[in-house]
């Protein structure tokens, strides 16, 4: 008798577990490839010509744009009209490409207290980011960092210096 339950519960465990398998589809996908991404192609009076940067990626931007940074006066976060038109260029990439992330990095230069100066670079990050959205990139694809003085784009303590490392970057992410 044990043979026999035992034998019942195992052909039920197997019909169950039948029962419960997925249907092979109809048409399968297609193999992954070995191949490249797409490559912006462009067009010169001897016919095309292969660029290799993909669009919509983080190359793209950097030669699409007019600027990735924007600079700032000392103790300001506010956006002048040199920084509109860099980030109207960008707002215009961005508006390009709708499934594209972005961080956005506020830096200071290394006058002021480390406290201070993530504060500012916070309050830069935050005016950039609110800028391009005013002009229709959607918030939700942007994020803020403050590195304060922590990263220095230029070594030195003068005001050509200092000027280069109050900016805000934006980054395209992956």
Known sequence: MAK????????????????????RPETLPPAPSETAPPVDQTTTPTGPTTTGVAPGSAADFQQSVTADTVHFDLDQYDIDPQARAILD??????????NVRVTIEGHCDER????YNLALGDRRANATKNYLASRGVDASRMTTISYGKE???????DEASWAQNRRAVTVVIG
């Not at 260029?89 to 709708?98: D, E, I, R, T, V």
């Not at 990263?151 to 030195?156: I, N």
């Open 89 to 98: 260029s960008q707002a215009a990439w961005l508006a390009k490409y709708p």
């Open 151 to 157: 990263r220095p784009v230029a070594m030195g303590s």
């Open 112 to 115: 002021g207290t480390r406290e």
């Open 4 to 23: 026999l339950t035992n034998a019942l519960i195992i052909g039920t465990a197997l019909i169950a577990v039948a029962g419960c398998s997925k249907k």
